[in-house]
């Protein structure tokens, strides 16, 4: 069984920092990509950033100079460093890896259960 863990959502004043975590466990093989999603009330889910196991990372525009992306590999870890947060920031943050896992043919997606962050003063 795998699953991804994230912690680290919360309530900050604008302009201020949080850092989330995201931690897979189970029986993997290799992951390919890790990142963050995510969803405001009312609105689609949206790609915040990814890292791919090569080192190459993708943001979303409303977050590029803000926001940082970064893998520890042998933890099968990564982490989302937010900076300078702004009250449009708010919504639930959902972590997802791409992986090989035992067993399996086949990279698959997967979803960590979401932490929520508030920004608001």
């Known amino acids: 069984q795998v699953q991804l863990v994230e912690s680290g959502g919360g309530l900050v004043q604008p302009g201020g920092s949080l850092r989330l975590s995201c931690a897979a466990s189970?029986?993997?093989?290799?992951?390919?990509?890790m990142g963050w999603y995510r969803q405001a009330p009312g609105k689609q889910r949206e790609l915040v950033a990814r890292?791919?196991?090569?080192?190459?990372?993708n943001y979303a525009d409303s977050v590029k100079g803000r926001f940082t992306i970064s893998r520890d590999n042998p933890k099968n870890t990564a982490y989302l460093q937010m900076n300078s947060l702004k009250p449009e920031d708010t919504a639930v943050y959902y972590c997802?890896?791409?992986?090989?896992?035992?067993?399996?043919?086949?990279?698959?997606?997967?979803w960590g259960q979401g932490t929520q962050v508030t920004v608001s003063s």
């Open positions: 189970g029986s993997i093989v290799s992951i390919y990509v």
């Open positions: 997802n890896a791409v992986m090989l896992t035992t067993g399996q043919p086949a990279p698959s997606d997967y």
């Open positions: 890292a791919r196991s090569g080192g190459s990372t």
